[in-house]
């Protein structure tokens, strides 16, 4: 439950992203304010659901070790060669085929005519109906909420959805100020992982009904936080100015 509020090495492109557009003096302090954000909400939500859903004694943790050796070249070479055939077969797979799916979608209107305004395709025209949901996060626009779906299949699918979407002559921000995009990436950070860590949630609580409440949970913890550092952020804006 508490896991994915930490933030995962998926989420940096989309970090790099938007703290390069909007943050360019303070990129590494936004960065870091991420990551310790997920952390703070990882700590509160654990002591909330200790106090609530998980009272009692705890159950004894155990956990079994490696055996720790000085890693050969060999040892280390393999790891590298896992870890990068991993994020190549995610990237040319799920990531590739969603690219394709969002340019489609994005490219045609319900009568699968090809539209010069993106405004007018089937991507808009559905990513139009979930917007009005962050509204109050803000970030009510289709093009952000169509992202965050995408973002679904795997983290790093929201960059490239925002490049798909933007186009040319387009720049990140129109959609953005500097508050609302810190709100998306607070967003980003809590809400749930990709489908293969629900699987791996699924796995873990041996239930998909439970893994299913997890998710929602998740995202509602994500969308209170974004929630009250947008709102307390635009209080005291009008305040200052």
């Known amino acids: ?28 302090l936004a960065m870091i304010s991420l990551y310790l954000l997920g952390m703070v909400v990882a700590i509160l939500v654990g002591l909330l659901l200790k106090k609530t859903l998980f009272r009692g004694k705890p159950v004894p943790f155990v ?4 055996a720790y050796r000085f ?6 070479l393999l790891h590298m060669w896992e870890k990068a055939k991993d994020f190549l077969t995610r990237a040319f797979t799920i990531i590739f085929i969603a690219t394709i799916i969002i340019w489609f979608l994005q490219s045609f209107d319900f009568r699968f005519h090809l539209v010069e305004d993106s405004g007018q395709s089937i991507l808009a025209a559905l990513g139009s109906m979930i917007a009005p949901i962050f509204v109050p996060l803000g970030f009510g626009n289709w093009e952000s909420a ?7 299949t795997a983290k790093e699918a929201v960059v490239s959805t925002f490049e798909v979407l933007m186009g040319p002559g387009k720049e990140l921000t129109g959609l953005f100020t500097p508050l609302s995009a810190f709100s998306f990436l607070v967003f980003t950070l809590l809400y749930m992982p990709c489908v293969a860590a629900f699987a791996a949630v699924r796995r873990e609580m041996f239930s998909l009904g439970k893994a299913a409440l997890t998710m929602l949970f998740q995202t509602a913890v994500a969308y209170l936080v974004a929630l009250v550092i947008y709102q307390a952020g635009s209080l005291l804006i009008r305040m200052v100015g």
């Open 1 to 28: 439950v508490l896991v994915p509020f930490m933030s995962c090495s998926a989420k940096l492109p989309i970090y790099a992203f938007f703290t390069a557009a909007f943050f360019v003096r303070y990129q590494a």
């Open 146 to 152: 169509t992202a965050l779906v995408t973002g679904l």
């Open 63 to 66: 956990m079994e070790l490696p």
């Open 71 to 76: 890693p050969s070249l060999k040892t280390s």
